[in-house]
């Protein structure tokens, strides 16, 4: 059977992407979760991932193509009877070639002329059809679908205006549709810190941890006793995640952020939590991540420690209906056992959807992290 | 001597010889019967009675010879012009023309230049079979130190041979068979005709045919039906085989965008694949369509006129090579 592979939504407002590259060429077998190809968005390059088995059979978007959000990037036979190991003859040298070859003949053929023409006049040559020599998109085709409305700015620029964009219209939607409530709590986090402490000081710098890592598994811990934090509002129905994904969210130096999420987040020990963490920091900053990790949060983390910030009264990305804040860890006058005393204190926050849950499921939720950071040994 | 208006190819050609022997003593032909039987191809008929036995020269039937000689004669500081027969004839000359005459200017550190003149006919069209009707142009255009011009109109045919003289390197002149009898109009044009340099010879905006020789006038007759299609060919006679004028070829690419090489000879290691290679080269981003090229296709040229015709880039080929260009069914 033949499977159209469509250009997936990369974020919730992300309506077109320029493919960058393909990783596969017709002929090749491609397996549910492998990275096919890299598609430029407003949150930089991402890898996407291709979500069924099968064989390509057509590659159907040029590299530097912008197309829409579901447009067919690809073609797929998902019943081509997979080779058995021992039947796999040696490929013969010749076989990259008649696959590039094959690659080739599915571009859109565009003549260099117009290709460069379309530059100049910033037009998007995917949407046109072509009047050339075996269909080939001419100077004329160009012209005739003339400049479009604003010339483009520099790439840079455009780029994070394209993310800015994003960021506004996803934080504009957010709040014209959902009714946030807001909780914030003072959290005494001197065990973990304490927790954080030692174990540092006992274990190599490579298997260090941070209090970040602690507050994702926190979270996702909790979110398993109160799934009314962790899911999807779509079409006017909550749907609870089955699984939880916690999104980071993580400031790029050239303004703006992305928020990729820890795949399964609460079926990770701290030491996998830390890898994926550090590795998801670098992709981000990068502009490596995959669609998939664009996609999947089904709840955000956003801490501005960092930023000397006491509270964060975080914004909801649709069409998530939680985001945990967590504020800087400062030494605060606490009081234990009737005397006061110097304690690290941490500001745990909550934006939440009063469409799925109210005030006080919302208060237990925060409790519950704060209850599960209070005995860091056992996460 | 008053010029007619209208004269053929050949007379065009003879013109330019008798200028040239009439301007220098030094000038001489030779050649096989080119004397007492008036030349093959009739261009040097009545030169031997106004000129005479000591510039007229027949020789014995030895291209390598009398090539040879028509080098060591422009080293000993005459002005040759040598005429053989047919270019197939002149492959027995090739070790002369290539390992002697191109190279002896370069070898000697610019002390001996060898300015001599070699004529030979060209290309099919004639009935005259395989051994007689070959396009090696391209074969003259790879060799460093040879100058290699091909006139295609009674201007060039008329004027080549005092440019061509002027020249301190041995240059090859290609004399179409098929043009010899072809008839035109002698403007002043001819007096004015350069070693180099490609010619716009009609102008237009839709698609470049480049050309040279005999071709020329196919790709006229294309042009003609062409435009009642409403395509404006732009026609561009190279001309100058060696060198190849770059910026007008692609000045015309520039322009149309489209282009179309019309080469008699074989497409495989062609003058059209030159060509084409130099319009990639230095054009890429201004073509919006790929090169067509349209030769003489890769047999013998065969003897019976419906193939012989068959065989030639013909004005239809080129017509449905350019309808390719524009998307149309071809």
Redesign the interface.
């Known amino acids: 059977m033949l499977a159209e592979f469509r250009l997936p939504a990369l974020g919730a407002d992300m309506e077109a992407g320029t493919l960058v590259e393909w990783h596969v060429a017709p002929g090749d077998r491609c397996r549910r979760g492998d990275v096919v190809a890299v598609v430029e968005t407003d949150k930089g390059a991402i890898d996407v991932e291709i979500f069924v088995d099968g064989v390509v059979r057509e590659l159907r978007v040029l590299p530097g193509t912008r197309v829409p959000v579901g447009t067919v990037i690809a073609v797929l036979d998902t019943e081509a009877p997979a080779p058995a190991p021992e039947e796999l003859p040696p490929p013969p040298r010749t076989a990259t070639v008649e696959s590039a070859g094959a690659a080739i003949q599915q571009r859109a053929k565009i003549s260099p002329a117009a290709r460069k023409r379309a530059q100049e006049l910033h037009v998007d040559v995917a949407s046109l059809r072509g009047t050339g020599p075996e269909g080939a998109i001419t100077v004329q085709d160009v012209e005739r679908a003339g400049p479009s409305p604003q010339p483009l700015p520099a790439a840079a620029e455009e780029a994070a205006a394209g993310m800015r964009a994003a960021i506004a219209a996803a934080m504009s939607r957010s709040k014209r549709e959902i009714p946030h409530y807001y909780l914030a709590t003072p959290v005494d986090v001197t065990p973990a810190v304490d927790w954080l402490a030692a174990h540092n000081a006992a274990v190599p710098v490579t298997e260090r941890l941070l209090l970040a890592v602690l507050l994702v598994r926190a979270v996702a811990l909790a979110c398993r006793d109160h799934p009314g934090f962790s899911g999807f509002y779509r079409d006017g129905r909550y749907e609870p995640s089955p699984v939880v994904h916690v999104g980071v969210a993580v400031a790029l130096r050239g303004g703006g952020l992305v928020a990729p999420a820890i795949m399964d987040t609460a079926g990770r020990p701290l030491a996998a939590l830390m890898n994926d963490f550090r590795d998801l920091v670098a992709r981000a900053r990068a502009g490596r991540l995959r669609a998939s990790e664009l996609a999947a949060p089904t709840i955000i983390l956003t801490s501005l420690g960092e930023a000397s910030v006491e509270t964060v009264l975080p914004i909801i990305q649709p069409p998530q209906v939680a985001i945990v804040g967590a504020g800087m860890v400062a030494v605060r006058p606490w009081i234990v056992d009737g005397r006061v005393v110097p304690r690290h204190v941490l500001t745990l926050s909550l934006g939440a959807d009063h469409r799925v849950t109210d005030g006080r499921l919302g208060a237990q939720f925060l409790a519950r992290i704060a209850a599960l950071l209070a005995d860091p040994a056992a996460l | 001597m008053t010029e007619p208006a209208r004269i053929t190819y050949r007379e065009a050609t003879k013109q330019g010889l008798r200028e040239a022997l009439l301007a220098d003593p030094r000038v001489f032909l030779m050649g096989e019967d080119i004397g007492r039987y008036g030349g093959c191809f009739a261009v040097s008929k009545g030169l031997l009675d106004e000129f005479g036995e000591e510039r007229i020269r027949d020789t014995p039937l030895s291209e390598s010879a009398f090539v040879g000689a028509g080098i060591g004669a422009a080293l000993g500081g005459m002005r040759p012009i040598v005429e053989v027969m047919t270019v197939n004839f002149s492959l027995l000359a090739l070790d002369q023309i290539v390992n002697t005459a191109a190279t002896l200017c370069h070898m000697s550190g610019g002390q001996f230049p060898v300015p001599v003149v070699i004529r030979m006919a060209t290309g099919a069209g004639r009935q005259l079979a395989a051994q007689h009707s070959h396009s090696f142009e391209a074969w003259y255009a790879h060799v460093p130190g040879l100058r290699v011009v091909e006139p295609a109109t009674i201007d060039d045919a008329r004027g080549i041979m005092r440019a061509a003289l002027a020249s301190p390197d041995p240059v090859i002149v290609f004399e179409p068979i098929s043009l010899y009898n072809m008839e035109g109009e002698l403007t002043d044009a001819a007096t004015q005709v350069q070693l180099e340099g490609a010619r716009v010879h009609r102008a237009g905006g839709g698609v470049t045919l480049v050309t040279y020789g005999a071709s020329l006038w196919r790709c006229v007759a294309a042009a003609e039906s062409l435009a009642q299609e409403g395509i404006d060919a732009e026609i561009v006679d190279l001309r100058c085989l060696r060198p190849i004028d770059d910026a007008t070829v692609l000045a015309s690419v520039r322009k149309t ?1 489209r282009v179309v090489i019309v080469d008699e000879g074989w497409r495989t290691c062609s003058l059209a694949a030159e060509v084409g290679q130099r319009i990639v080269e230095q054009g ?7 090169i067509a090229r349209v030769c003489t296709e890769e047999v013998p040229i065969p003897y019976p006129l419906h193939l012989e015709q068959a065989a030639l880039p013909g004005p239809e080929r080129i017509i449905a090579a350019v309808r ?4 149309h069914a071809g």
């Open positions: 965008r890429f981003y201004d073509l919006d369509a790929p390719r260009l524009f998307g």
